[in-house]
């Protein structure tokens, strides 16, 4: 069953350093790591080796912002 996960962190593009905080769903929270991993290097073109995840928390659904892992989730249920 698929979990909610608050993803924190920075990349690198170029000479700036960019502060990111993406919600997103996993099984655990190493697939949701991957799937921010994926998601921000393919909008930024940037390397994994390029972006620094600082924290991953999990979410309970109410206190899910993003709506399209809302919707997600409410449809899990």
Known sequence: MAKA???TGKFRMG????PFSMETLGVDEASARD???ATIGSRHRVNRHQITIEK???LTPDQVTDPVVEKK???VK
């Open 5 to 7: 996960f608050r993803i």
């Open 15 to 18: 000479h700036i350093t960019s």
């Open 35 to 37: 799937r921010v991993l």
């Open 56 to 58: 991953v928390e999990p």
């Open 73 to 75: 989730i409410s449809m």
